[in-house]
């Protein structure tokens, strides 16, 4: 009786923090969005799934992006932010998302320069990750 009380004790440890393991620490993305008209932005979500962050990043990371300084007609609708680890430091890397006037791609800029406008996929997969809703409704 006690081994089967042990053993179920185990599992429901393990069980327990594998669920854990999904909100690893540092793997996370903030996502604030605009407020009204002006330049400024209000928090709006957190996303901690593992699997959420790393095609996010993902979709960041394997965009072809340009070297090109834009200058947008209006402000950035969401900003977000995750970190970015290199092979000497952990650092956190920040991008300006704008949706297109189709609303059908999203257009990123980074501070370093860099641009971006999703193909119609990844901005799909991008949008719902960040804000939990469909790009084309």
């Not at 956190?92 to 971006?116: F, G, K």
Request: aromatic share 10%; proline share 1%.
């Amino acid at each position: 009786m006690k081994k089967i009380l042990l053993l179920f004790s185990i599992l429901s440890i393990l069980l327990v923090s594998s669920g854990c393991v999904n909100k690893m620490i540092g793997q996370k993305i903030n996502v604030q969005n605009r407020t009204g008209e002006e330049n400024t932005f209000e928090e709006f979500r957190e996303i901690t799934k593992r699997k959420q962050v790393n095609k996010a990043i993902d979709i960041v990371k394997n965009a072809d992006w340009e070297n090109a300084v834009v200058t947008m007609e209006r402000y950035a609708d969401y900003q977000f932010q995750f970190p970015f680890k290199n092979d000497s430091e952990d650092k956190i890397a920040s991008y300006l998302l704008w949706i297109s006037p189709n609303d059908e791609n999203l257009e990123i800029v980074t501070d370093s320069d860099r641009y971006v406008k999703l193909t119609k996929h990844d901005s799909a997969d991008l949008y719902k990750i960040l804000t939990g809703d469909e790009l084309i409704k």
